[in-house]
């Protein structure tokens, strides 16, 4: 027995054009179901708990329009990026490539580096992509400098310099991490500079799996940039590629690991694997990691330490698009969970993108008013003593999981908070950035390279 939740417009994994689309219910599964006129009929898994995705829409925000768009044109979601005036959020983080070159070749790839074109934008070309975002975008303003892998422009500092000096609040850096092992002089030139946190590549604590993800065995690189992170006080987010077939399994014992670098790890984002970028396969539905599958191994794998109740989506971008919890890591190791679905969605969900941005910029410091606080308690010195430690010893662990052609819904580009800055002046959803078809076709990202490279 199925039946029809929803509608919306997805894309052809094969040709990109956009179709309609409907959400059913099956066997407590959701799936969309889709149609082109030319390449057939596709069913795909998105969600495995029917009741659960229904929920989520408690968490849904009041959609806000960008105050500033790029693109005049309306009514025709996603091919007209952007941002258009049909957009619903404003952007929290914004992605901005400097190169698309690589020092690895990873067989999973979601930027495709290495390919085609040579995308080494010049200064100039920076400066301006950097002016395109103070333009369109809402202070505190943050910022991930991503490739391929910046850490080969031996210019990343002066980049770095110049976006702190033009008046961009936060900038992370994306990073395999492999020149920051080898280099530390190098990552204190980095920070230096004005890098607030590391995002940064960390698939599992078994060589074996960077074989699969990365190609080689990246381990003792992956911990020694750590290392060298612990020793020049720079934060970390480890963003862990998840897939059923290779490290769904060892999602505790990467939290585990977290813990245990705590305060220079701030926080896990498992990344379900998206079939866009280099991806070997056609995906079938068991090559898929949802969001609750992840939430469950997470609560089975720490034995209930973090509980899927614990995961609340961010209310920023579209209520099935992330998860997010919490947590303080109490003197014996353990985590005390700070966030819980049952104290509700946040009471003013307009503000949430603004929120969402202060909180990056503010490295996902401890917010107090996350906390209930108890009158009595506050005055005790037991509630001041954990109070003091929260601020430094948290650990989030997030999820987004993007979207690749199969998946694709404009319902949720549409509602998009983490855009891509292009140099022609716009911002495009990082996802839909992405997305190509089977055959390699993209919609956005060829273009912008076939435009700005090097030829
Ligand atoms: S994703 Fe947003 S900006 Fe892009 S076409 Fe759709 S509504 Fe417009
Ligand atoms: S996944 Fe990252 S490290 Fe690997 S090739 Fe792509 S950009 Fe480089
Ligand atoms: S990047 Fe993709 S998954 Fe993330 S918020 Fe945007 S549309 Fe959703
Ligand atoms: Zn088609």
Known sequence: MNKVIG??????????RTIPATKIAEDDKVYLIKECPEHGTEKVLIWKGVEDYLDMKRYASVPVRPAKVAV???GNCPNICGLCPDHIQNTCLVVMEITNGCNLKCPLCFASANERYRFNPSLEVIRGMYQTILDY??????VQISGGEPTIRDDLPDII????????DHIELNTNGVRLADDIEFLKNVKKAGVDTLYFSFDGLQGEIYKQTCGRDLLDKKLKCIENCEKVGMGI???CVVSPNINLDRVGEIIDFAKSKVPTVKGVHFQPLAYFGRFPITPKDSDRVTIPDLLREIEEQTKGELRVDNFIPTSCANIHCDAKSMSVVMEDGSLFPLTSRALGPPKDTSTIANKTRKEIADLWR??????????EDDKSNEWGDFVDRAKTNYLT??????????????????????????PDGKLIPFCLFNINSQDGKTLYRHEMWAKFSEK
């Open 237 to 239: 987010t480890l963003v």
């Open 72 to 74: 005049k044109e309306t």
């Open 161 to 168: 310099r110049m976006g702190k000096e033009m008046g961009i």
């Open 7 to 16: 509608h919306t417009n997805s894309l052809c994994p094969k040709c990109l």
């Open 366 to 375: 401890f917010v107090e008013d996350s906390l209930i606080i108890d009158e």
């Open 137 to 142: 975008v809402e202070h505190p303003i943050c």
């Open 397 to 422: 662990v997030s999820t987004m999981a993007f979207q690749d052609a199969w998946t694709s819904e404009t319902e949720r580009f549409a509602n998009c908070c983490i855009h891509t800055v292009t």
